[in-house]
Protein backbone atom coordinates (compact mmCIF):
# COMPACT_ATOMS: atom_id res chain seq x y z
CA UNK A 1 0.00 0.00 0.00
CA UNK A 2 1.58 3.52 -0.78
CA UNK A 3 2.11 5.82 1.87
CA UNK A 4 1.42 9.69 2.26
CA UNK A 5 3.12 10.89 -0.86
CA UNK A 6 4.52 14.81 -0.02
CA UNK A 7 6.11 16.94 -2.88
CA UNK A 8 9.05 18.78 -3.15
CA UNK A 9 10.95 17.23 -0.76
CA UNK A 10 13.20 20.39 0.14
CA UNK A 11 12.85 23.97 -1.13
CA UNK A 12 14.64 27.28 -0.48
CA UNK A 13 12.69 30.63 -0.82
CA UNK A 14 13.69 34.16 0.31
CA UNK A 15 11.22 35.98 2.22
CA UNK A 16 7.92 37.55 1.21
CA UNK A 17 8.31 34.86 -1.90
CA UNK A 18 5.76 32.08 -2.15
CA UNK A 19 5.57 28.49 -2.08
CA UNK A 20 3.52 25.60 -2.39
CA UNK A 21 3.57 21.97 -1.07
CA UNK A 22 1.63 19.10 -2.28
CA UNK A 23 0.01 16.26 -0.68
CA UNK A 24 -1.63 12.86 -2.04
CA UNK A 25 -2.83 10.92 0.96
CA UNK A 26 -3.33 7.23 1.67
CA UNK A 27 -5.88 5.87 -0.99
CA UNK A 28 -9.54 5.51 1.40
CA UNK A 29 -8.25 8.13 3.53
CA UNK A 30 -11.10 10.65 4.27
CA UNK A 31 -8.87 12.82 6.73
CA UNK A 32 -5.72 14.93 6.09
CA UNK A 33 -3.75 17.06 8.34
CA UNK A 34 -1.42 19.81 7.54
CA UNK A 35 1.71 20.03 10.76
CA UNK A 36 4.47 22.16 10.98
CA UNK A 37 7.76 20.62 12.61
CA UNK A 38 9.98 23.68 13.66
CA UNK A 39 13.37 22.04 14.23
CA UNK A 40 13.87 20.97 17.89
CA UNK A 41 10.00 21.09 18.34
CA UNK A 42 7.05 18.21 18.43
CA UNK A 43 5.02 18.78 15.53
CA UNK A 44 1.91 21.20 15.20
CA UNK A 45 -1.52 21.18 13.64
CA UNK A 46 -2.01 23.74 11.45
CA UNK A 47 -4.89 22.48 9.59
CA UNK A 48 -7.63 18.90 8.96
CA UNK A 49 -9.83 18.19 6.42
CA UNK A 50 -12.82 15.89 6.55
CA UNK A 51 -13.26 14.82 2.90
CA UNK A 52 -12.81 18.34 1.33
CA UNK A 53 -14.06 20.60 4.45
CA UNK A 54 -12.38 21.96 7.27
CA UNK A 55 -12.60 20.78 10.43
CA UNK A 56 -9.79 22.43 12.21
CA UNK A 57 -7.83 25.62 10.66
CA UNK A 58 -7.18 27.71 14.42
CA UNK A 59 -3.61 27.48 13.97
CA UNK A 60 -3.18 28.36 10.67
CA UNK A 61 -2.00 31.54 10.07
CA UNK A 62 -4.88 32.75 7.53
CA UNK A 63 -2.70 36.23 6.78
CA UNK A 64 -0.04 34.30 5.07
CA UNK A 65 -1.36 30.36 4.77
CA UNK A 66 -3.64 28.53 2.84
CA UNK A 67 -4.86 24.92 2.02
CA UNK A 68 -7.08 23.46 0.23
CA UNK A 69 -8.35 19.38 -0.61
CA UNK A 70 -10.81 20.63 -3.41
CA UNK A 71 -11.79 17.41 -4.88
CA UNK A 72 -11.35 15.49 -1.20
CA UNK A 73 -7.95 13.70 -2.23
CA UNK A 74 -5.13 15.65 -2.38
CA UNK A 75 -3.92 18.97 -1.25
CA UNK A 76 -1.90 21.93 -1.52
CA UNK A 77 -0.54 23.97 1.60
CA UNK A 78 0.65 27.65 0.62
CA UNK A 79 2.85 30.08 1.44
CA UNK A 80 2.54 33.74 0.49
CA UNK A 81 4.17 35.86 1.45
CA UNK A 82 6.87 33.83 3.61
CA UNK A 83 8.78 35.08 6.80
CA UNK A 84 12.09 33.48 8.29
CA UNK A 85 10.12 31.75 11.01
CA UNK A 86 8.22 29.77 8.41
CA UNK A 87 11.51 27.74 8.01
CA UNK A 88 10.30 24.13 8.87
CA UNK A 89 9.24 20.55 7.88
CA UNK A 90 5.56 20.79 6.43
CA UNK A 91 4.54 17.09 7.64
CA UNK A 92 1.03 15.87 5.62
CA UNK A 93 -0.58 12.56 7.05
CA UNK A 94 -3.99 11.05 6.98
CA UNK A 95 -6.45 8.66 8.39
CA UNK A 96 -9.31 6.68 7.74
CA UNK A 97 -11.15 9.16 10.02
CA UNK A 98 -11.71 11.71 12.64
CA UNK A 99 -12.19 9.77 15.64
CA UNK A 100 -9.79 9.41 18.44
CA UNK A 101 -7.63 6.61 18.50
CA UNK A 102 -7.61 6.58 14.71
CA UNK A 103 -3.51 5.85 13.11
CA UNK A 104 -2.37 8.64 11.73
CA UNK A 105 0.08 8.22 9.20
CA UNK A 106 2.31 10.56 7.80
CA UNK A 107 4.98 11.70 4.47
CA UNK A 108 8.13 12.37 4.88
CA UNK A 109 7.50 16.04 5.11
CA UNK A 110 8.66 19.32 2.51
CA UNK A 111 11.34 20.86 4.10
CA UNK A 112 11.38 24.86 3.89
CA UNK A 113 14.21 27.26 4.14
CA UNK A 114 13.14 30.75 4.26
CA UNK A 115 16.09 33.04 3.46
CA UNK B 1 -6.16 21.99 26.92
CA UNK B 2 -3.89 19.23 25.95
CA UNK B 3 -0.53 18.94 26.53
CA UNK B 4 2.43 15.88 26.42
CA UNK B 5 5.47 16.85 27.99
CA UNK B 6 8.40 14.50 27.68
CA UNK B 7 11.70 13.78 29.14
CA UNK B 8 14.16 16.45 28.08
CA UNK B 9 17.01 14.88 25.96
CA UNK B 10 19.37 14.24 24.25
CA UNK B 11 19.59 10.54 25.64
CA UNK B 12 22.54 8.65 24.65
CA UNK B 13 23.20 5.04 25.60
CA UNK B 14 25.36 2.00 24.92
CA UNK B 15 24.35 -0.99 22.76
CA UNK B 16 22.08 -3.41 25.06
CA UNK B 17 21.39 -0.93 27.82
CA UNK B 18 17.52 -0.65 29.16
CA UNK B 19 15.52 2.90 27.82
CA UNK B 20 12.52 4.25 29.35
CA UNK B 21 11.49 8.06 27.99
CA UNK B 22 9.03 9.61 30.40
CA UNK B 23 5.90 10.67 29.05
CA UNK B 24 3.72 12.33 31.06
CA UNK B 25 0.07 14.30 29.84
CA UNK B 26 -2.75 16.63 30.92
CA UNK B 27 -6.09 16.15 28.62
CA UNK B 28 -9.58 16.61 29.11
CA UNK B 29 -11.87 13.18 28.94
CA UNK B 30 -9.94 9.83 28.08
CA UNK B 31 -7.42 9.96 25.27
CA UNK B 32 -5.43 7.78 23.30
CA UNK B 33 -1.93 7.52 23.43
CA UNK B 34 1.01 7.36 20.79
CA UNK B 35 4.95 7.11 20.49
CA UNK B 36 5.87 8.30 17.04
CA UNK B 37 9.84 8.14 15.89
CA UNK B 38 11.41 9.55 13.37
CA UNK B 39 14.37 8.69 12.04
CA UNK B 40 17.12 10.88 10.57
CA UNK B 41 15.90 12.56 7.44
CA UNK B 42 12.35 10.81 7.31
CA UNK B 43 8.73 11.53 8.51
CA UNK B 44 6.91 10.19 11.72
CA UNK B 45 6.21 6.46 11.94
CA UNK B 46 3.57 5.22 14.69
CA UNK B 47 5.54 3.03 16.94
CA UNK B 48 3.00 1.91 19.59
CA UNK B 49 -0.41 2.95 21.12
CA UNK B 50 -2.74 2.69 23.62
CA UNK B 51 -6.50 3.46 23.67
CA UNK B 52 -7.35 3.00 27.45
CA UNK B 53 -6.30 2.44 30.56
CA UNK B 54 -3.49 -0.35 31.61
CA UNK B 55 -3.26 -1.49 27.56
CA UNK B 56 0.22 -1.99 26.72
CA UNK B 57 1.65 -0.63 23.12
CA UNK B 58 4.48 -2.89 21.96
CA UNK B 59 6.13 -2.47 18.78
CA UNK B 60 9.94 -4.20 18.27
CA UNK B 61 10.80 -4.64 21.37
CA UNK B 62 9.49 -1.17 22.91
CA UNK B 63 6.90 -0.92 25.42
CA UNK B 64 4.18 1.38 26.60
CA UNK B 65 1.44 0.96 29.49
CA UNK B 66 -1.15 3.40 29.88
CA UNK B 67 -1.49 4.81 33.23
CA UNK B 68 -4.42 6.53 34.10
CA UNK B 69 -3.56 7.24 37.80
CA UNK B 70 -0.29 9.05 37.23
CA UNK B 71 -1.28 10.11 33.67
CA UNK B 72 1.96 8.57 31.89
CA UNK B 73 2.70 6.86 29.05
CA UNK B 74 6.48 5.76 29.56
CA UNK B 75 8.59 4.08 26.62
CA UNK B 76 10.78 1.42 27.87
CA UNK B 77 12.98 -1.16 25.96
CA UNK B 78 15.13 -3.95 27.07
CA UNK B 79 17.99 -3.70 24.98
CA UNK B 80 18.61 -0.47 22.46
CA UNK B 81 20.75 -1.47 18.99
CA UNK B 82 22.51 1.17 17.04
CA UNK B 83 19.35 1.45 14.65
CA UNK B 84 16.76 3.03 17.39
CA UNK B 85 19.08 6.17 17.32
CA UNK B 86 16.33 8.60 16.09
CA UNK B 87 13.77 10.93 17.89
CA UNK B 88 11.02 9.88 19.91
CA UNK B 89 7.84 11.62 20.35
CA UNK B 90 5.15 11.17 22.42
CA UNK B 91 1.42 12.29 21.90
CA UNK B 92 -2.29 12.00 22.50
CA UNK B 93 -6.05 12.33 20.74
CA UNK B 94 -9.21 12.55 22.91
CA UNK B 95 -12.77 12.38 22.03
CA UNK B 96 -13.00 16.41 22.36
CA UNK B 97 -10.17 16.74 19.45
CA UNK B 98 -11.30 13.82 17.53
CA UNK B 99 -8.10 12.39 16.06
CA UNK B 100 -5.68 15.28 16.11
CA UNK B 101 -2.84 14.35 17.77
CA UNK B 102 -0.85 16.92 20.28
CA UNK B 103 3.16 16.17 20.72
CA UNK B 104 5.79 16.60 22.83
CA UNK B 105 8.95 18.27 21.96
CA UNK B 106 10.30 15.20 21.58
CA UNK B 107 13.52 13.01 22.98
CA UNK B 108 16.56 12.38 21.06
CA UNK B 109 18.25 9.01 21.59
CA UNK B 110 21.72 8.06 20.45
CA UNK B 111 22.77 4.59 20.53
CA UNK B 112 26.95 4.12 20.56
CA UNK B 113 28.00 0.64 19.74
Known amino acids: EAGVAQSPRYKIIEKRQSVAFWCNPISGHATLYWYQQILGQGPKLLIQFQNNGVVDDSQLPKDRFSAERLKGVDSTLKIQPAKLEDSAVYLCASSLGGSSGNTIYFGEGSWLTVV | GNSVTQMEGPVTLSEEAFLTINCTYT??????LFWYVQYPGEGLQLLLK?????DKGSNKGFEATYRKETTSFHLEKGSVQVSDSAVYFC????????????FGEGTQLTVNP
Open chain 2, 50 to 54: ATKAD
Open chain 2, 91 to 102: ALSDEASGSRLT
Open chain 2, 27 to 32: ATGYPS
